[in-house]
């Protein structure tokens, strides 16, 4: 078992953890009722583990569609009334049990509903794992762009089992080592070496990628300046994603079409070499985050001004000059033509 300390909460990254899970909620939770929000491929997997699991506790789910349509407005309200209705109190335990869109919208209900109820974050993707569970940020989505509404708000712990990974397909593990690549890339040489050569990965490598977005995280909890980072290969991926209407490219697919066009504007410039280009291509090529023919930057230049880290100022934009090590660039849309 694996832990890793924030300034609010922990992280478990265990084997089997799942099992461990009525010990880790005593350590934070004294009450009867837990609810649970998770979609229902999830709950179809795991809903009856979970309750044999927590069978001293009384557990109500709330079980919403799978996939990024589900990170809005109208799902939002859907979860906090059927919570209500479920007779949930502001000192009940939220569990969000799934991928990234049930952790970043039920962290965000939790955010918000009765002004602020207690949860805890169990990943269940690789993406999630290595990405969206850890760091506090949650929300949903606008017709105008992604993760426009939300908050920072912490859980109380966050519990990631390697044994969710077993149940992935191909493609939904490939999504995850798309965030674990950018976070290589930004932050830490040898876990871009390992990916390299590696199409799986270990608890080893998902505390690796952790502790990259943990460095920053510390320094810039907010957002700020150096959180930014973490955005590498975002700007031009939720534009994708966007203009896509969330269906035709998983998020670890769309970013790694914008972490190319990234390496790119970072060549313009003179920051990234060709052959660091060259090199993550050929990566994302064989991991099959990306295809020939790739897509082209200038169709997505409408889509980035609404990404929210474009200021008065103009974007803050991330790019690697190097291995391991991210900047931000002031620009400005024309700077993309």
Not at 70 to 82: A, P
Not at 212 to 238: C, I, Q
Not at 245 to 265: C, D, N, R, T
Not at 268 to 283: A, G, M, N
Request: charge should be neutral; aromatic fraction near 10%.
């Amino acid at each position: 078992m694996t832990y890793i300390k924030m300034p609010q909460y922990d992280i478990f990254i265990e084997k089997n953890g799942l099992l461990n899970l009525p010990k880790y909620i005593a350590d934070v939770y004294t009450y009867h009722d837990i609810y649970i929000v998770t979609d229902e491929t999830v709950y179809e997997l795991y809903g009856k583990k979970i309750e044999n699991i927590l069978v001293t506790h009384k557990v109500f789910f709330v079980v919403v569609k799978p996939g990024e349509k589900s990170k809005s407005l109208d799902t939002y309200h859907q979860v906090v009334k059927e919570l209500v209705q479920k007779g949930m109190r502001r000192n009940h335990l939220l569990i969000a049990l799934g991928g990234g869109v049930v952790g970043d919208l039920t962290g965000f209900v939790a955010s918000t509903i009765f002004r602020g109820v207690p949860f805890v974050q169990i990943p269940t993707t690789l993406l999630a794992q290595v990405d969206s569970s850890v760091g506090g940020k949650v929300g949903i989505d606008l017709e105008e762009g992604k993760n426009l509404v939300g908050s920072f708000y912490n859980p109380l712990f966050v519990l990631i089992d390697p044994e969710f990974l077993k149940t992935l397909s191909k493609r939904e593990y490939a999504n995850g080592l798309a965030e674990m690549i950018k976070a290589g890339l930004i932050g830490d040489k040898k876990l871009y070496h390992h990916l390299l050569s590696h199409d799986l990965v270990t608890e080893e490598e998902i505390t690796m990628a952790i502790q990259v977005k943990r460095a920053v995280v510390l320094v810039d909890p907010y957002d700020k300046k150096e959180r930014m980072f973490l955005n590498f290969g975002h700007t031009f991926g939720h534009a994708i994603e966007k203009k896509h209407h969330y269906e035709s490219y998983k998020h670890g697919e769309a970013i790694s079409y914008g972490m190319l066009f990234a390496l790119q504007v970072g060549i313009k410039y003179h920051e990234t070499k060709q052959e660091l280009y060259d090199e993550v291509k050929e990566l994302l090529l064989a991991r099959g985050l990306v295809k020939e023919p790739l897509l082209k930057m200038e169709d997505y230049i409408r889509e980035i001004q609404s990404d929210k880290k474009f200021l008065a100022n103009g974007l803050n934009f991330i790019i690697v000059d190097r291995i391991g090590d991210a900047k931000i660039v002031p620009l400005k849309e024309s700077d993309f033509l």
